[in-house]
């Protein structure tokens, strides 16, 4: 198993030892301002309810996204780490 996988497989544990679903899940990300990325991130969760915040780094260069939604099971809350690995750049926090 890769190390991708076995960190999906890992978090997948975590959260259904600490998680009661459904429950609201704080995802964070950071993007590079260089291309569109910050757009990406939101299409991943357009039409979900979710509620995005944004905020630039001090430089400029950066922006971070919190982006708050109801998530109905750990699976779910993977699928949308996978999808979000996607974007150039991207770090998950």
């Known amino acids: 198993m890769n190390d991708k996988n076995q960190f999906y497989t ?10 009661t679903f459904p429950s609201d899940y704080m995802y964070k990300f950071i993007v590079p301002t260089d ?10 969760f357009i039409d ?7 905020k630039k780094s001090k430089t400029g260069k950066y922006v971070s996204l919190s982006i708050l939604l109801r998530i ?13 690995a996607k974007v150039k750049g991207i770090i998950s926090l």
């Open 10 to 19: 890992n978090l997948k544990a975590q959260l259904d030892d600490t998680s």
């Open 35 to 44: 291309g569109d990325q910050v757009k990406e991130v939101e299409a991943l």
């Open 48 to 54: 979900s309810g979710a509620v995005l915040t944004t």
């Open 72 to 84: 109905e099971s750990s699976e779910k809350v993977i699928s949308y780490y996978k999808k979000a």
